[in-house]
């Protein structure tokens, strides 16, 4: 059968050394109950595996020239649903729902046909049921950081995550005080990562300019400080807002503070006014955001 190329607009890097599965199936501690949610399964390498191991998949994928291969390919597999679309624009925990909870009260869907985004829960669908999933996705380089803030911030997010990602990138978000980044904090906020791998660009087709790896988040069931998302992120994103600068600088420029009012805080909150936003541990941010004068 001939297999669409890869569309570099949608930056597809296909994983076709199948010894880099173990490793992602590993981390993703499958169980045959599970329900996974996998974004991007391209020709089907990683959902064949995924497949055979849980409950319930559901596989988004945006390049139309895959959707009636990959239905074909899992037809008969009922427990397996193709959904074409982008992820970014549908809420991953209700797109999971609409099949899985769906599928254990008796009305399964065949997975050659599929069903579509616009099939998923309205906001009054019962999440508040007890309902779980996993996310696996070997995801575009250019939506890494979108799509992460999109999990984590769902309404219902996944318990775990196991992402290949650019090297780099699984590096910077695995950073410890004094190379932190805001996406350092922003995925730290929310989930503990993990590197399980380095994946060389070798094991891909077409073959990136770069390594990637494999990231595990284990999602926390309550962000790692007390702290609103909302405060909390508005104050770290004025800390980061200027490379390099003291935070008494960044802080007071950022939220439209006196110098001498971000001075004081800095203070208060026990954290030396010239040091840099990278040096900062999540709670030392914990305690700027409970002294901020917001």
């Given at each position: 059968m ?41 020709r089907?390498?990683?959902?064949e ?20 291969p ?7 597999q009922?427990?397996?649903h193709i959904?074409h ?6 809420a991953?925990?209700?797109l ?5 909870l769906?599928r254990?009260?008796?009305?399964e ?16 669908y ?11 996705a070997n995801?575009p380089?250019?939506?890494?950081s ?5 999990l984590?911030?769902a309404e219902?997010p ?7 990602v ?10 410890g005080?004094?190379?932190m980044s ?16 380095r994946?060389?660009?070798r ?13 595990q ?15 909390f992120?508005?104050v770290?994103r ?12 960044t802080l007071?420029?950022?939220l439209?503070?006196d ?8 203070e ?25 004068p917001?």
């Amino acid at each position: 059968m001939h297999e669409a190329p890869a569309r570099k607009s949608l930056g597809q890097n296909f994983l076709t050394d199948r010894r880099y599965l173990a490793p992602i199936l590993e981390a993703a501690e499958l169980t045959p109950t599970d329900n996974v949610l996998e974004i991007g399964p391209g020709r089907g390498v990683l959902t064949e595996a995924l497949a055979s191991r849980v409950g319930c998949l559901v596989a988004v994928e945006l390049d139309d020239r895959l959707i009636e291969p990959l239905r074909q390919r899992f037809a008969g597999q009922p427990h397996v649903h193709i959904v074409h679309g982008d992820i970014l624009e549908h809420a991953p925990d209700r797109l999971v729902a609409a099949a899985c909870l769906a599928r254990t009260e008796g009305s399964e869907s065949d997975a050659a046909e599929g069903f579509q985004p616009e099939e998923a829960p309205s906001p009054s669908y019962p999440l508040s049921i007890p309902f779980s999933y996993k996310v696996v996705a070997n995801l575009p380089y250019y939506i890494t950081s979108a799509a992460l803030r999109h999990l984590l911030e769902a309404e219902r997010p996944p318990s775990l995550a196991v992402l290949m990602v650019q090297w780099e990138v699984a590096q910077r978000i695995c950073a410890g005080p004094g190379e932190m980044s805001l996406l350092a904090v922003s995925v730290q906020y929310y989930a503990e990562p993990r590197i399980v791998q380095r994946v060389p660009a070798r094991a891909f087709s077409p073959k990136p300019k770069v390594d990637s790896a494999v990231l595990q988040l284990r999602v926390r069931s309550r962000p790692a400080v007390d702290v609103a998302p909302d405060r909390f992120f508005r104050v770290v994103r004025a800390g980061f807002s200027q490379k390099r600068k003291q935070l008494v600088n960044t802080l007071a420029a950022g939220l439209h503070l006196d110098k001498r009012e971000a001075q004081r805080w800095l203070e208060e909150a026990g954290v030396n006014s010239t040091r840099r936003a990278e040096t900062l541990s999540l709670k030392e941010w914990e305690a700027l955001c409970q002294q901020a004068p917001l």
